[in-house]
Every structure is written in C-alpha cells, then in structure tokens.
C-alpha cells in the first residue's frame, strides 16, 4: 500500500460479503464485512456500537444474526457511535435505531455537514439510505460512560469537518490495552470540496489531527491501532494470525506505541502529501 495515498483504491466487491464475527478482545469484537461494518463493546451494562455500515439494512442481514452467533443478541444495545457523516459510516443507523431504541451518537459538526454535504460516498437514490436521525451530540473531551467501560471521545477533524477519533481501554484474556481508532483515513480534495482553498485547509486540518493522536497515544500508552474500516488496518490478517495463538502468545493487535505511531505517522505524511497535490502553487503560471 502506497503510504502517501490520501484515499484508498475502491474494494473488491468480493470484499463486501459478510464474514461472520470477529473476536478481537475479551471485549471487542467486529461484525461486517471487509471494508465496513459494526465495531462491538459488549460492556457491564449492554453494548455499544461503533459505526453502522454501508447499508440500511445492516442490523437485520448483518450485525443482528452475529451478534446472536456470540450469544449477545438478547443484550441491551445502549448507544451507535459514529466517526463522522459520510454514508459508508452511517448506513445502517436509522434501521438499529428503530430495533433497538438507542442512542445515535455523533458531534454536531457532522450532524450538520451529512445534511449538507454535495457529495456522498453513494447518492441517496443509489442506496436508499438518507442522512440518519442523531439522538446525542457528542463532542471532542467527552468520556462516554457504558458500565464498566469508559470511551474517550477525541477530535478527528479533517477527513469530515466534524469527524470523531475514539478511545478505549480493552483486555486481552483480563490483560488491560488500549486503542486509538482514527476515524477518517485522509482527505477528497477538490472531490468533495470544489476550491482549491478549502481543500488544503482540509489536509492541514486532518495532519494536525494526527498530531493531536500521536499526543493522545504517548499520554494514555495506546498500543493498538484501528481505523473504522477494515481493510485500512489489516484487521482481518491481524485477526487471522491471532488464530494460531498458544497460550501465551501475544495478541497480534497489540503493536506497542511505535506500531501506533507508524500508522498515525503514514497518515500525517498522506495528509502534508495531498496538501502538495491539491495546491497548484507549485505549478508554473501560463497566461490563459
Ligand atoms: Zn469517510
């Protein structure tokens, strides 16, 4: 993978079929596809979700049966969590919503923009699915607390305007760890944005948002990296190698703070890359 690209190649559509549950943690698993899908925080009290898919119809094809599959389908859903507003995030929200009756979280900058923006991952029309109700505004310093599990709620901007980064302590057999998930993976550019202006301000935005991450991770000793979709972090060749685990083995997810700082750092340099790209005051000036 090209470390400097801002935006990844479109998947495979072999990639999008469901896979079945994914165990990363005594408390963490993932329910989805290769590409999107629902992170699971069984906790004290319920469960809480990370993100909603791509599709609408997420909860009743996807995420409902696996969470049976783990014996979790009769657990209270307590709260959906989203990075931020583009549709491959927010798919399914309005569906888990409706079954389950919980919280819808997201900051209020993106409430706004997923109303707004021109251009979505996929139109309204291709997929049927419209921007989601938000029941909770949540906002950069909040620590969400779920039973006994605490989620640190960190600025992501850039990849969206209002785009969320997460925190959270998870155990590996009782073992305490705890992961940064950044929730965008770089920036559209004159795709989304149009001028040229706003785009570089984007890529600043979201190359200082790294900086703040990298902060964040020193301070609270992150030793695992997620990014909301799997595929832009390995996550099911990392699950796959945890499958030949002895005992004693380590968890593969851990990475330690340097495996933590090398994703955040390639981001950062895709980032000062695409404000290069995105800016034409590099290129020679010709008299039109
Ligand atoms: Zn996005």
Redesign the pocket.
Known sequence: MNIYKSIPTPPNPDDMKPQGPVKLFDDLYFIGNKVVGSWVIPTSEGIVLIEASAEADHWEKVLKPGLDEIGLGSEKILALLLT?G?M??YGGSDHIMRATGCDVCLSAVDAVYMNTRKKN?RTNKESGVSAPMITRIIAPGDELVFGDHVISVLDGAG??PG?LNYSMEVHDNGEPHRFIMMG??GVFGTFEWEDVQTSVMYALKFASTCVNAWEYAKAHNCDIFFNPHPHLCNMYQTAEENKNRKPGDPNAFVIGRDGVRQWIMERFDACMASVVEFSDIRKPFVEE
């Open positions: 931020h583009h491959d995030h991952i990849h969206s785009c965008g993976y």
